[in-house]
């Protein structure tokens, strides 16, 4: 059950990994121009 678990929470991270890191990408070169 946990193992299933763990593996369904991997795969949904991939999926939202490149637009996530955009976005902590971005805010944190917003955050260190201002």
């Known amino acids: 059950m946990s ?3 763990k593996k369904r929470r991997d795969s ?3 999926e939202k ?3 996530a890191k955009a976005i902590d ?3 944190k070169w917003s ?3 201002s």
């Open 12 to 14: 949904k991270a991939v």
């Open 25 to 27: 990408r971005g805010w």
């Open 3 to 5: 193992q299933s678990k």
């Open 31 to 33: 955050w260190e121009r």
């Open 17 to 19: 990994a490149p637009s």
